[in-house]
């Protein structure tokens, strides 16, 4: 399993090119399940829940391919198996996101149970819930999810979340392209990757609107077709760009964003003490202010609050900032592991239940740490990057899974960080217990 040696002290300095949404780019991938005829997505991020992705579509029958690095072609006109194997479910829970297009175009969709996570209890009752509301049947065998729709198809309903779900807003929204009628979801994600989707399913003919905000309407449609979309930039990696320029004491220009998918990362980035400058409509310029970081609460909360995805790195950045940070974890319980390896390097932070207090500014000191999940790795270069002496990061392949050749990039900008290779690529099994977190 490959490794990070990262040497900590150099101020960042210099441009880096944000990549595309991989939380955009699963579902946009799964809703080619949807039509025969050919889905072109543009600007990919090149990650591995993305290959993962590729291969539950190829595993089913759906052909792919690569005309450029960033965009693939997908053609899902001969489905095979209506079914997302456990292999691959068990390391990416977003392989439900097939659920949704393979009941509406099939009648028949079989998906393994999402197994235990690292970031908490990750159920999807409220898909499956959803799904039983447009008149679908759902049950259990050995361990897969088992759906199957009336023999004229899905009928459109009002569905209500009692909690709102990305992904099952996402799953939903697909499922009721194809069915009869009109589908209301209520109390809908509004995260810009959600309103990435209804762009893509509109499209390729979908009648949907009102993505972005809680109520989203469905008129259901007798049949998709292809589309070419371009997928919106990562506004996760955005963060964490502006989270290293910060903490190193750099100086960096972020390039080919959405500052607009960001307001309420950059509005607690600047109440902190992190000068972030709005360039363009995609470019930031982001530094330390003058006066330095001081502490700031934060609380994570669904969009467009500050986003769960932003916590790890949020807290990196607390131990480096005068004065106590209370983190309020609203959406996940248990996302705390990154506290435990921060603490190794240093770092004051006392964690109960929901609550982690950051007592700050202390002294990172390098140590051997272990990633354990996509963004709690995040955090983990973060302090790397800003400790005194060397840190080794361990099982890198969380990070692997959501942040484009990340040690590329920092390295462009002036970090000392290398990929220690213990093997050609993890094996996808080994991400077992990173079970579909982020
Ligand atoms: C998505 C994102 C992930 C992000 C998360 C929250 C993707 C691929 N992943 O994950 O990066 O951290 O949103 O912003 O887009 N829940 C239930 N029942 C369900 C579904 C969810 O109780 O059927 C709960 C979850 O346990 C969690 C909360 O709802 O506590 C939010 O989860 P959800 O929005 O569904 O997360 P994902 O869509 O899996």
């Not at 899974?401 to 990039?409: D, L, M, N, S, V």
Request: net charge neutral.
């Amino acid at each position: 399993m490959d490794k990070f040696r990262i040497r900590g002290g150099k101020p960042l300095k210099g441009r880096v090119t944000i990549s595309g949404a991989k939380n955009s780019a699963l579902p946009c991938m799964a809703a080619a399940i949807l039509t025969s005829e050919d889905i072109t997505l543009h600007n990919l991020p090149y990650v591995r829940d993305i290959i993962t992705m590729r291969r539950l579509l190829e595993d089913i029958g759906a052909h792919v391919l690569t005309p450029e690095l960033r965009t693939h072609k997908i053609s899902a006109a001969h489905i095979e198996l209506q079914a997302a194997p456990y292999d691959l479910v068990k390391t990416m829970r977003a392989s439900v996101l097939a659920l949704g297009p393979l009941i509406a175009r099939f009648g028949k969709a079989r998906v393994s149970l999402p197994g235990g996570c690292a970031i908490g209890a990750r159920p999807i009752d409220l898909h499956l819930a959803g799904l039983t509301k447009m008149g679908a049947e759902v049950f259990l065998e050995a361990g897969d999810v088992i759906a199957r729709a009336p023999e004229d198809g899905l009928k459109g309903a009002e569905i209500s979340f009692e909690k709102i779900s990305v992904t099952g807003t996402e799953n939903l929204m697909m499922a009721a392209t194809l069915a009869h009628g009109r589908t209301v979801i209520n109390n809908a994600a509004r995260e810009p990757e959600v309103k990435d989707l209804a762009e893509l399913l509109n499209k390729m003919g979908a009648r949907v609107r009102g993505a972005g905000t809680p109520t989203i309407q469905i008129e259901g449609v007798e049949g998709l077709s292809g589309a070419q979309h371009t997928i919106i930039p990562d506004r996760i990696e955005t963060g964490t760009f502006i989270v290293a320029a910060a903490i190193t004491n750099g100086e960096l220009e972020i390039k080919d964003c959405n500052p607009e998918h960001c307001n309420r990362i950059i509005g607690k980035l600047r109440e902190v003490g992190v000068e972030i400058e709005e360039v363009n409509q995609s470019t930031l310029h982001a530094r330390r202010g003058p006066r330095g970081l001081h502490a700031g609460d934060l609380r994570t909360e669904p969009y467009p609050a500050f986003p769960t995805d932003m916590q790890a790195q949020y807290m990196a950045l607390m131990t480096q900032a005068t004065g106590h940070s209370v983190i309020t974890e609203t959406v996940f319980e248990n996302r705390y592991m990154h506290a435990s390896e921060l603490q190794r390097m240093g770092a004051r932070i006392q964690v109960s239940h929901d609550k982690a207090i950051v007592d700050g500014p202390g002294k990172l000191i390098g140590a051997r740490v272990q990633a354990s999940d996509l963004r709690a790795s995040a955090s983990l270069v973060l302090a790397g990057l800003v400790a005194d002496g060397e840190t080794t990061i361990e099982r890198v392949y969380h990070i692997d899974r959501g942040y484009e050749k990340i040690e590329t990039k920092l390295k462009a900008v002036g970090a000392d960080i290398e990929r220690i290779r213990e093997s050609v690529t993890a094996p996808l099994s080994s991400a077992r217990d990173d079970a579909a977190t982020a």
